[in-house]
């Protein structure tokens, strides 16, 4: 069995997302909290001058820079995109990382509570989901692996040969909340639990089915031919994440008070919804469907 032998906790991909940014500070005035006997644990703080300036990035998602070709790419030269090839240079090489294992820390204006993502499949991350399941009843297991390979992802997670995204809200941009940092030392105490018990072949017996979400696409607000927004997520839909959408169901209203209504085919489950750092690409939620992890 493969080992897990060096683990890093990023902060601060985004500069305005601060339970990850303030979890690592913690981190690393207190690292006996993340110490385990079989690996080594290090902490990153990505993004610090988006931080500084208060704001999600300078010039460009930083946590849209890790695409194999990009990273290969000099002419990609602004702060984040430099900033993704020193990150890759410290934690990677993508492919052929010096990180066993990197687990990303976020925070969402959704109401998402506490979120593990996975973004690739493998045995590794479907007994990850059932033990953080089974020892945090009230987490959420979402999956988009299936649409990219690593190479082709450019999530900053994909840097380690194992990564994944711990995404916790609802928690304003910029604003602290002890629940929500909370939530986020939980999860993330559990997976470096998870990663001992993985390596030293102690694991219990985990469930053999473990229920999951998993992305489908993503859904813009009403728009007018110009790009204007001609209405908003549906009041019965906000803050609801993770709860079913019928086909028929209202989604939007728009200003002048019209509902529009969901015309998919299949229940779906609302994520990210009305997402305030989505606003720039005018997307509502993302809809997933419903899935189960089986063990082997």
Request: with cysteine; glycine share 6%; hydrophobic share 40%.
């Amino acid at each position: 069995m493969d080992k897990i032998k060096q683990v890093a906790i990023v902060g601060g991909v985004h500069g305005n997302e601060f339970s990850g940014i303030y979890l690592v500070k913690q981190y690393q005035a207190q690292p006996e909290q993340v110490s385990r006997s079989s690996f080594n644990t290090e902490m990153v703080w990505a993004n610090p001058e988006a931080h500084y300036a208060n704001k999600r990035y300078l010039h460009s998602d930083l946590n849209r820079q890790f695409k194999n070709v990009d990273l290969a790419n000099p002419q990609l030269a602004n702060y984040e995109q430099s900033r993704a090839k020193v990150l890759n240079a410290q934690l990677g090489p993508k492919g052929n990382a010096r990180v066993d294992l990197l687990i990303d820390l976020h925070n969402t204006t959704s109401n998402m509570g506490a979120c593990l993502i996975l973004t690739q499949a493998g045995p590794f991350y479907n007994q990850l989901a059932a033990y953080v399941k089974m020892m945090m009843p009230e987490a959420i297991i979402s999956r988009d692996e299936d649409h990219f390979a690593a190479e082709e992802h450019a999530l900053m997670c994909t840097l380690g040969r194992y990564g994944v995204l711990v995404e916790v809200g609802p928690q304003p941009q910029s604003v602290i909340r002890q629940d929500v940092l909370e939530l986020m030392d939980t999860m993330t105490k559990h997976i470096l639990d998870f990663v001992q018990l993985y390596n030293t072949n102690s694991l219990p017996v985990l469930p053999k089915q473990t229920e999951a979400f998993r992305y489908l696409h993503s859904i813009k607000l009403p728009m007018n031919d110009k790009g204007e927004r001609l209405g908003m997520v549906h009041k019965n839909v906000q803050d609801r994440d993770y709860q079913p959408i019928n086909p028929g169901d209202p989604i939007f209203t728009l200003f002048d008070g019209t509902e529009i209504y969901y015309d998919g085919e299949i229940t779906v489950y609302p994520t990210f919804i009305n997402e305030a750092a989505y606003y720039d690409n005018n997307l509502a939620m993302s809809l997933n469907e419903k899935v189960l992890i089986t063990l082997d």
